[in-house]
């Protein structure tokens, strides 16, 4: 090469390198778009979710009640076994008489009304009437729900328009329930009942009391087992275990485990926790049991990654002034990481939270009307309650499982969230 | 103790009486006495060797230098007095290390007790991330030195007296330690060693990551901790080295080239890899 060659070169490099230049630029430019591309995509499918379950669920929140006065004719009311009556009647008959008409002697028109009027205002008669039997002989007001169909009436989602005969109510259903409103004798308000209600073979009266408290139990014994020994498993490998093939093996096996899809951890919950330890079907406790399983891999790698971000000059500070290793890890190494640790933990059980398959197979699917009795009882939680409701025929019950939904996932948000916050909280930087 | 412990009280009534006590036993020794043999250490690094037969006479209250190239086995040296090597996978220590004429590695040996006896100074300054106070008393609850909530308060302020931090950290001693300028953490890492009042303290190339103020105030005390305590440092500073040591070992290669008088290890090396060393011909 002469020395003429060299500056010559250098030209056509810088050439060669502009060419290329606009190249990049491109390709950066259009990396950038695709990455936007996908964002937007992502969050109109969860703006299409969430906007679907929100417009199918919020009316739930709305019921909408009557008050009737009901006389307690002493002649229809066994005093001695006041539950003999036909309480239903009496208030069916008491509608009728508000919207001015008499039933007929086949008992058609009361029949009709009692199609939507939930039988809760019955029940509460008869409640009411047991407790004081005095009342017999008066006129009480009792105020309660109407019937799901009728409520979905009044929310327009049974439509006057459609057929007679394709719709639940028929037209003088219609004009009953059209009277009863102008009347003012039905009102709509918040749906209280809903949260304070458990299930119930009638959709008007089913609520979700019973499955959150259900979730929450289960819970409860989810992160009593998968926390602490998810953390002091993790803690042994990570600082006191000998790095063998031994511990590669164990670890190569938890990171499969965390893989393992839920329903098998059912299957195995079924014949160990079942069939084996004979715990209680479909309680609070076995379903934490299995979750606890499905959460500890989860847990045991969070907690290891926190752990590994502990910087090893922290060790050496302890270990230094004469800390054991046991001592080093309980007063420094383990307190440093317990924010990833909290935060490993609180996704996983909101993970728990939401699961459903495995709970299905150790047959948590039973229909239960009210909380459980205790860590072993039966019980329903709420995502099977969602699963539950929308396999029922019922209408009514599909609008409960969007609420349901929304119930469930307001908790993963607030899950989610006190995961960021304690994140955020004791963030530290070295 | 107890009444040892009383005159000691008696005496000087701002320190703590347990250095008290500790530098009586340090003064009924001669200055010079060898405080820690080294005899044929041998590390291994799994099958990677990092130090080849390196015997070393470390004197009582006086400060050693340990000079030499990067990954000579300065580090490695250091760790081994006070068994630090124990906590990492693989390392392996062969040969006898005496403090006080007794085998560090021998069974009986308590290597929590060790490190209590032969504290630690690290290259890059690790407070915990807790207060100036909690930093320095870790170490005290942890061997149950102190008895009470007084006594635990004076040993926290005369060392952190010794390590001449007292007067820039008096007012804020519930502060995170980690708060602190780099110079100060080093010297509050000094304080917390001193805590437990060690005979030995080991520094490992402390001032590397300070600049040259803090590093000239942390030399100011290493003089003045040696007449308490047997320091041993490793710097990669030839000046550090003639400055702060009295004595002087030239590692080159795993092995241990020559040691001696700092004076004369500076002046008069007898290794032509010394001197080349020195006079910043290779490393
Ligand atoms: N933890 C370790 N694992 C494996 N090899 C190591 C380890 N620490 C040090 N070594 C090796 O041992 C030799 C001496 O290292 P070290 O004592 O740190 O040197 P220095 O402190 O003199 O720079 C180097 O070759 C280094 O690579
Ligand atoms: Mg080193």
């Not at chain 1, 329903?380 to 939904?405: D, K, M, Y």
């Not at chain 2, 402390?206 to 105030?217: E, N």
């Amino acid at each position: 090469m002469t020395d003429a060659a060299l500056p010559n070169a250098a030209a056509n490099l810088r050439q060669v390198v502009e060419a290329r230049l606009k190249k990049r630029h491109a390709q950066e430019m259009r990396f950038r778009l695709y990455g936007r591309m996908a964002i937007i995509v992502a969050l109109s499918f969860l703006a299409l979710l969430l906007g679907r379950i929100v417009t199918q669920g919020y009316s739930t929140f709305i019921d909408y009640q009557i008050a009737v006065p009901v006389h307690l004719d002493a002649s229809r009311i066994d005093k001695a076994d006041p539950t003999g009556a036909n309480y239903d009647l009496l208030v069916a008959e008491s509608v009728l008489a508000k919207l001015g008409e008499k039933d007929d002697e086949f008992g058609e028109k009361s029949g009709k009304v009692m199609e939507i009027m939930s039988n809760d205002l019955g029940f509460q008669l008869l409640k009411m009437v047991r407790e004081d039997p005095t009342l017999i002989g008066k006129t009480i007001t009792v105020t309660g729900p109407v019937k799901s169909d009728a409520a979905l009436y009044f929310k327009g989602q049974i439509k006057r328009s459609t057929p007679q005969d394709s719709r639940k109510l028929d037209d003088q259903q219609l004009d009953w329930m059209d009277k009863l409103k102008a009347s003012g004798a039905v009102t709509s308000g918040f749906n209280v009942s809903f949260l304070t209600n458990s299930d119930s073979t009638e959709p008007e009266q089913a609520g979700v009391l019973g499955a959150i408290v259900g979730s929450a139990m289960m819970l409860l014994v989810t992160a009593c087992l998968a926390v602490p020994i998810g953390v002091l498993a993790a803690t042994y490998l990570e600082e006191f275990a000998p790095k063998n093939r031994w511990t590669d093996i164990i670890e190569v096996n938890i990171n499969n485990l965390a893989a393992v899809p839920s329903i098998v951890y059912g299957l195995l919950g079924l014949a160990v926790f079942i069939n084996w330890l004979a715990v209680p079907r479909s309680s609070p406790l076995l379903g934490g049991m299995v979750l606890a399983l499905m959460a500890l891999p989860t847990i045991i790698i969070a907690t290891r990654s926190a752990l590994k971000a502990v910087p090893p000059s922290i060790r050496e500070a302890a270990l230094g002034v004469g800390a054991s290793r046991t001592q080093t890890v309980f007063h420094h190494v383990l307190p440093l990481a317990m924010p990833g640790v909290m935060t490993g933990a609180i996704l996983s059980l909101a993970h728990a939270l939401g699961e459903t398959a495995p709970l299905l197979m150790i047959g948590m699917i039973s229909f239960v009307p009210g909380v459980p009795e205790g860590f072993t009882g039966a019980a329903t939680v709420l995502p099977v309650q969602v699963f539950i409701w929308e396999n029922a025929s019922e209408r009514g019950f599909h609008e409960r499982t969007a609420a349901a939904i929304i119930v469930l996932l307001v908790f993963m948000i607030v899950m989610n969230l006190a995961a960021i916050l304690v994140r955020r909280r004791f963030e530290r930087r070295w | 103790m107890p009444s040892q412990r009383d005159d000691a009280m008696a005496h000087d009534t701002a320190s703590a009486p347990v250095h008290i006590a500790v530098d009586r036993a340090h003064a009924s020794q001669p200055a010079g006495a060898i405080k820690i043999r080294a005899r044929d250490v041998n590390v291994f690094y799994g099958d990677k060797q990092a130090l080849f037969d390196v015997s070393l006479d470390v004197p009582e209250n006086s400060v050693t230098a340990l000079i030499g190239p990067s990954g000579c086995g300065k580090s490695t040296f250091l760790r081994s007095i006070n068994r630090m090597n124990d906590t990492i996978a693989g390392c392996k220590v062969v040969g006898r290390i005496e403090l006080d004429g007794e085998d560090v590695n021998d069974r009986s040996i308590d290597p929590v007790v060790l490190r209590a006896r032969v504290g630690m100074v690290f290259q890059k300054p690790n407070p915990f991330p807790k207060t100036i106070f909690e930093n320095v008393a870790y170490g005290p609850r942890i061997h149950g030195i102190a008895t009470g909530k007084a006594e635990l308060e004076a040993i926290v302020e005369s060392s952190l007296k010794r390590a001449g931090l007292w007067a820039e950290v008096a007012d804020r001693l519930h502060q995170p330690g980690t708060g602190l300028s780099g110079g100060q953490q080093q010297r509050l890492v000094i304080a917390r060693a001193i805590a437990v009042s060690p005979e030995v303290i080991l520094m490992d190339e402390p001032c590397s990551a300070l600049d040259p103020i803090a590093t000239a105030r942390i030399e100011e005390l290493i003089d003045e901790l040696r007449n308490q305590y047997c320091i041993v440092i490793v710097t990669h500073s030839m000046a550090q080295a003639a400055r702060v040591s009295q004595k002087t070992a030239f590692f080159h290669l795993g092995k241990l080239v020559e040691a001696g008088p700092t004076g004369e290890i500076f002046t008069n090396p007898r290794d032509s890899r010394t001197q080349d060393y020195i006079t910043g011909r290779f490393g």
